[in-house]
Protein backbone atom coordinates (compact mmCIF):
# COMPACT_ATOMS: atom_id res chain seq x y z
CA UNK A 1 0.00 0.00 0.00
CA UNK A 2 1.64 3.29 -0.81
CA UNK A 3 1.20 6.28 1.06
CA UNK A 4 0.05 9.73 -0.29
CA UNK A 5 1.46 12.67 1.35
CA UNK A 6 -0.90 15.55 2.28
CA UNK A 7 0.38 18.65 3.50
CA UNK A 8 -0.68 19.94 6.92
CA UNK A 9 -2.57 22.47 7.26
CA UNK A 10 -2.04 25.89 7.09
CA UNK A 11 -4.98 27.01 9.15
CA UNK A 12 -8.03 25.65 10.73
CA UNK A 13 -11.42 26.90 9.16
CA UNK A 14 -13.61 29.25 10.82
CA UNK A 15 -16.24 27.18 12.45
CA UNK A 16 -19.80 28.24 10.90
CA UNK A 17 -18.03 29.99 7.87
CA UNK A 18 -20.04 28.00 5.36
CA UNK A 19 -23.44 29.16 4.70
CA UNK A 20 -25.81 28.11 2.11
CA UNK A 21 -26.64 30.04 -0.56
CA UNK A 22 -30.20 32.23 -0.24
CA UNK A 23 -30.39 32.19 -3.65
CA UNK A 24 -32.84 29.10 -5.30
CA UNK A 25 -30.95 26.72 -7.36
CA UNK A 26 -32.07 26.61 -10.64
CA UNK A 27 -34.57 24.10 -11.86
CA UNK A 28 -34.51 21.98 -14.53
CA UNK A 29 -37.27 20.72 -16.30
CA UNK A 30 -36.89 18.34 -19.32
CA UNK A 31 -38.49 18.54 -22.61
CA UNK A 32 -40.85 16.03 -24.67
CA UNK A 33 -42.12 16.59 -28.07
CA UNK A 34 -45.80 14.66 -29.00
CA UNK A 35 -44.42 13.02 -32.23
CA UNK A 36 -46.98 14.51 -34.47
CA UNK A 37 -45.42 18.14 -33.16
CA UNK A 38 -41.94 16.48 -34.04
CA UNK A 39 -43.11 15.11 -37.54
CA UNK A 40 -44.39 18.36 -38.64
CA UNK A 41 -41.06 20.98 -37.63
CA UNK A 42 -38.84 18.05 -39.47
CA UNK A 43 -40.71 19.43 -42.53
CA UNK A 44 -40.28 23.37 -41.60
CA UNK A 45 -37.23 25.18 -43.15
CA UNK A 46 -34.49 25.53 -40.64
CA UNK A 47 -34.87 29.04 -39.38
CA UNK A 48 -38.04 28.35 -38.47
CA UNK A 49 -36.97 25.05 -36.42
CA UNK A 50 -34.17 26.96 -35.30
CA UNK A 51 -37.17 29.90 -33.56
CA UNK A 52 -39.15 27.09 -32.43
CA UNK A 53 -36.31 25.92 -30.65
CA UNK A 54 -35.46 28.54 -29.22
CA UNK A 55 -38.84 29.15 -27.87
CA UNK A 56 -38.92 25.47 -26.30
CA UNK A 57 -35.47 26.15 -24.52
CA UNK A 58 -36.57 29.52 -23.49
CA UNK A 59 -39.94 28.16 -21.93
CA UNK A 60 -37.46 25.45 -20.40
CA UNK A 61 -35.38 27.91 -18.84
CA UNK A 62 -37.79 30.33 -17.65
CA UNK A 63 -40.82 28.23 -16.78
CA UNK A 64 -41.29 28.15 -12.76
CA UNK A 65 -40.26 32.04 -12.80
CA UNK A 66 -43.65 34.03 -12.58
CA UNK A 67 -41.67 37.86 -13.31
CA UNK A 68 -39.66 36.06 -16.69
CA UNK A 69 -42.79 34.38 -17.94
CA UNK A 70 -44.23 37.62 -19.79
CA UNK A 71 -41.05 38.18 -21.53
CA UNK A 72 -40.73 34.65 -23.03
CA UNK A 73 -44.24 34.64 -23.57
CA UNK A 74 -45.33 31.84 -21.24
CA UNK A 75 -48.90 32.05 -20.38
CA UNK A 76 -51.47 29.84 -18.42
CA UNK A 77 -54.11 28.69 -20.32
CA UNK A 78 -55.92 26.90 -17.46
CA UNK A 79 -59.77 28.10 -17.54
CA UNK A 80 -60.60 30.64 -14.17
CA UNK A 81 -60.77 28.77 -11.20
CA UNK A 82 -59.12 25.16 -12.15
CA UNK A 83 -55.79 24.13 -12.51
CA UNK A 84 -55.22 22.59 -15.80
CA UNK A 85 -51.20 22.86 -16.11
CA UNK A 86 -51.98 23.45 -19.53
CA UNK A 87 -49.70 26.64 -21.27
CA UNK A 88 -48.89 28.12 -24.27
CA UNK A 89 -45.34 30.28 -25.28
CA UNK A 90 -44.79 32.67 -28.20
CA UNK A 91 -42.80 31.46 -31.01
CA UNK A 92 -43.45 34.26 -33.25
CA UNK A 93 -47.02 37.03 -33.15
CA UNK A 94 -49.35 34.38 -34.84
CA UNK A 95 -47.54 31.03 -33.83
CA UNK A 96 -48.28 29.95 -30.33
CA UNK A 97 -46.31 26.42 -28.63
CA UNK A 98 -48.79 24.42 -26.56
CA UNK A 99 -47.16 22.56 -23.51
CA UNK A 100 -48.64 20.70 -20.10
CA UNK A 101 -46.00 20.50 -17.10
CA UNK A 102 -46.45 16.56 -16.90
CA UNK A 103 -44.87 15.70 -13.65
CA UNK A 104 -43.03 18.23 -11.65
CA UNK A 105 -40.01 18.08 -13.85
CA UNK A 106 -41.17 17.76 -17.50
CA UNK A 107 -42.67 19.88 -20.06
CA UNK A 108 -44.51 17.99 -22.40
CA UNK A 109 -44.88 20.32 -25.86
CA UNK A 110 -48.39 18.98 -27.82
CA UNK A 111 -48.72 21.41 -31.16
CA UNK A 112 -47.88 24.50 -32.57
CA UNK A 113 -50.11 26.70 -34.34
CA UNK A 114 -52.09 30.18 -34.33
CA UNK A 115 -54.86 31.34 -31.87
CA UNK A 116 -57.86 29.98 -33.51
CA UNK A 117 -55.86 26.47 -33.79
CA UNK A 118 -54.62 26.43 -30.13
CA UNK A 119 -58.53 27.25 -29.01
CA UNK A 120 -59.53 24.42 -31.16
CA UNK A 121 -56.49 22.23 -29.50
CA UNK A 122 -57.85 23.40 -25.73
CA UNK A 123 -61.34 22.09 -26.58
CA UNK A 124 -59.86 18.71 -25.43
CA UNK A 125 -58.83 19.99 -22.10
CA UNK A 126 -61.74 21.56 -20.98
Not at 75 to 86: F, Q
Request: aromatic letters at 8%; glycine letters at 6%; hydrophobic letters at 35%.
Amino acid sequence: MREIYMPERKRESRRGAAKSSAARSKSFFKVQLDDALLEELRQWPKPDRKRVGDAIRNAQENFGKPHSHSGVGIRDLSPTGKRLNVYECRVSRPLRLIFTLERPSLLYFHMIGTHDEVQRFLGSFR
